[in-house]
């Protein structure tokens, strides 16, 4: 009989398995890119052969590779673009990097246009959100900018001139064109398919600056022990993308993980909009099984509202502005048939739910089309910042998974005086981001950071989770103490539960038979304190049992 003997054997470690059968270990048998065996390093001695690779970590610390459970780096690449506003509050400094920006792009490579990305709406607690506040700012050239959340934008007169926005128009989904009282246009663009006229019209990266970028966006990913990641936009073309980043579509199937280009494992939804007329969602479902080497797809992505803080979030009671009482969908039955398409036709399902309404009514609509796909999937909601208790209840006792981002409360303040909080009001403002709540009762969890809405690395996400206030800043506020996270549970939320809300049960867990998908540290993530994960080194990620990064510090 012919021995079995490992490619690789990690030794000296203090792993943390995630797996509740055998907790910790201090060496990992690696074979084909899978585990072959966990324990102690004697044990293990016996796996080693004439070519198998010894590997002495010295003490450092090993973890399941983290996955992030919602992130947008094909549609980041597009939106990304031009100034990173994060972290810019004042006024002033903003229309200063606009006059900056303006001055640079003129006459460049760019085509004029000032773009700019990653604002917070508390710029414009005083200065009004219009295309005249911009238009001496941005010295005649087009400028198209886009706030955090990825649903709100702010056009210049160039902008709005040169793509044909001239008032109002309707749309099948709550897009708007804000416009004034005498029905010309503000500048201010409500989600995709309003902005979308303008981008239109903006330059765009060629086929190779797109795939250059991706890799680039991807690869870093790896900094802060990210193997993996759910990727909640797209299209065909997306999917056409990952092929020729992946690079082995034609390879034999159990030749590709070992040769493929992408540096992580994906999992890519398509979105479906309302409108999407017989031909197209034919299309969108013909793609179900499509895979390659690293990436899958089988997922579609729904909205069902907007964003509180311009008061598109769909909730059972109107904000304090008197809004936040409409579907995304302008025929909200259109919603649930939609549900109902995909579900019947296999598809795992990820519903963006903001909201308290728009998160029953994603509830609703998933039981009445059955709760998981047909590979076993459970169906997904993501964000999920305020939900209603009758609605946590439900979540629990039908196992949809609760898909949350506990750092983006960074735009939050104490006062409660940000865009969000205060047009829920205090008491509701309360129920913010209910993730503590959600493990209590049992509900399915997994944690992302929704890039570029917030930042990649893990270890802030992992930091927010355990702490709901601002990572190296003990002074500042805590949201809702009753609701961090203990650094187990947030580690979990990288990785056996991300794993498991996508579908995967040989990923998240250092155990026989998963895939060798890990990332060694320095130290512990779950013993350092929450604020020191920032500056905890990643000495080496590795995907598929290969080391692809090594000595990333913060």
């Given amino acids: 009989m012919q021995r079995i003997f490992a490619d690789t054997i990690l030794v000296g470690a203090r792993v943390i398995t995630l797996n509740p059968r055998q907790p910790v270990a201090e060496a990992i048998a690696i074979r084909g890119g899978r585990i072959l065996a966990v324990g102690d390093a004697a044990t293990l001695a016996e796996l080693r052969g004439p070519a198998t690779t010894v590997d002495d970590l010295r003490g450092a610390s090993v973890t399941p590779g983290l996955i992030d459970a919602h992130m947008h780096p094909i549609q980041g690449v597009e939106l990304a673009v031009g100034i990173d506003f994060g972290g810019v509050r004042d006024p002033e400094r903003f229309l200063e990097l606009l006059r900056a920006e303006a001055a640079r792009v003129a006459g460049g490579t760019a085509g004029g246009w000032v773009r700019g990305w990653n604002i917070d709406y508390d710029v414009f607690s005083t200065l009004p959100m219009t295309a005249a506040a ?233 039981l009445k089309a059955g709760v998981q796909s047909a590979q076993g999937a459970p169906h997904r909601i993501e964000h999920l910042e305020l939900l209603a208790d009758r609605d946590l209840a439900r979540l ?41 709540d959600m493990i209590d009762a049992g509900a399915p969890v997994a944690l992302g950071s929704d890039w570029p809405v917030a930042q990649t690395d ?3 996400g992992l930091a927010w989770a355990r702490l709901r206030r601002e990572p190296g800043n003990p002074d500042a506020p805590v949201f809702e103490p009753d609701q961090v996270l203990t650094p187990y549970e947030a580690l979990q939320g990288y990785t056996v539960w991300a794993a498991l809300a996508q579908g995967d049960h040989d990923l998240g867990v250092i155990a026989p038979g998963y895939r060798a998908d890990l990332v060694v540290w320095a130290d512990s993530p779950i013993a350092v304190g929450a604020d020191d994960l920032l500056d905890l080194p990643v000495l080496t990620t590795i995907v598929d049992g290969r080391p692809l990064t090594a000595a990333s510090a913060a």
């Fill in 134 to 366: 911009i238009d001496d700012a941005t010295a005649g050239a087009p400028a198209f900018l886009l706030f955090f959340d990825g649903h709100t934008a702010l056009a210049n007169s160039e902008a709005l001139r040169r793509s044909g926005i001239t008032g109002a128009r309707t749309f099948g989904d709550t897009s708007e064109i804000v416009v004034d009282e005498s029905g010309r246009p503000t500048g201010a663009l409500r989600e995709d398919s309003a902005f979308d006229i303008v981008l239109r019209t903006a330059p765009e990266y060629t086929r190779e600056e797109t795939l250059e970028r991706v890799r680039e966006i991807l690869g870093g990913l790896t900094a802060s022990g990210i193997t993996g990641g759910c990727i909640m936009d797209g299209n065909p073309g997306t999917l056409d993308l990952l092929d020729e980043l992946d690079g082995e579509a034609s390879a034999a199937p159990d030749d590709r993980d070992a040769r493929s280009l992408l540096p992580v494992r994906i999992v890519s939804a398509m979105a479906h909009n309302p409108g999407y007329d017989e031909e197209r969602t034919q299309h969108h479902l013909a793609q179900r099984d499509r895979r390659g080497g690293r990436w899958r797809g089988g997922l579609v992505k729904l909205f069902n509202d907007g964003v509180i803080d311009t008061g598109t979030g769909w909730l059972y009671e109107p904000d304090t502005h008197g809004e936040g009482l409409h579907s995304f969908w302008a025929d909200p039955d259109e919603f649930e048939r939609v549900v109902a398409r995909y579900s019947a036709a296999g598809f795992q399902i990820a519903t963006h739910a903001i909201g308290d309404r728009a998160i029953g009514t994603t509830i609703d609509a998933y």
């Fill in 458 to 460: 893990a270890r802030i």
């Fill in 396 to 436: 629990a006792q039908t196992g949809i998974t609760a898909s949350v981002q506990p750092l983006h409360m960074q735009w939050r303040k104490a006062d409660g005086s940000d865009f969000w909080a205060e047009r829920l009001g205090p008491e509701r403002a309360a129920l913010g981001w209910r993730v503590r």
